[in-house]
């Protein structure tokens, strides 16, 4: 138990780093209030959509869960 000591200040300055961190981090999240919020996303949702924005996905093709091997040309 006493080699574990060692890792006690290292504990302690993580800690204090952790909820350091967590508390500089609350105040620069700047709060919106309701309406202001509201109308930003009504904006958002209102704008026309920009062309070239939607990605076309190939059809995946269905797995059977067998795997098949493509056939050999046999020339004999």
């Known amino acids: 138990m006493d080699i574990l000591l060692w890792l006690v200040p290292s504990a302690v300055v993580t800690v204090l780093a952790m909820l350091w961190v967590a508390w500089w981090g609350r105040e620069g999240r700047g709060d919106v209030d309701?309406?202001?919020?509201?109308?930003?996303?009504?904006?958002?949702?209102s704008r026309p959509a920009q062309p070239g924005v939607v990605v076309r996905r190939p059809p995946r093709e269905r797995s059977t869960?067998?795997?098949?091997?493509?056939?050999r040309d046999r020339a004999s």
């Open 65 to 71: 869960g067998v795997a098949v091997r493509a056939p």
């Open 34 to 45: 309701r309406e202001t919020a509201v109308r930003r996303m009504g904006e958002a949702l």
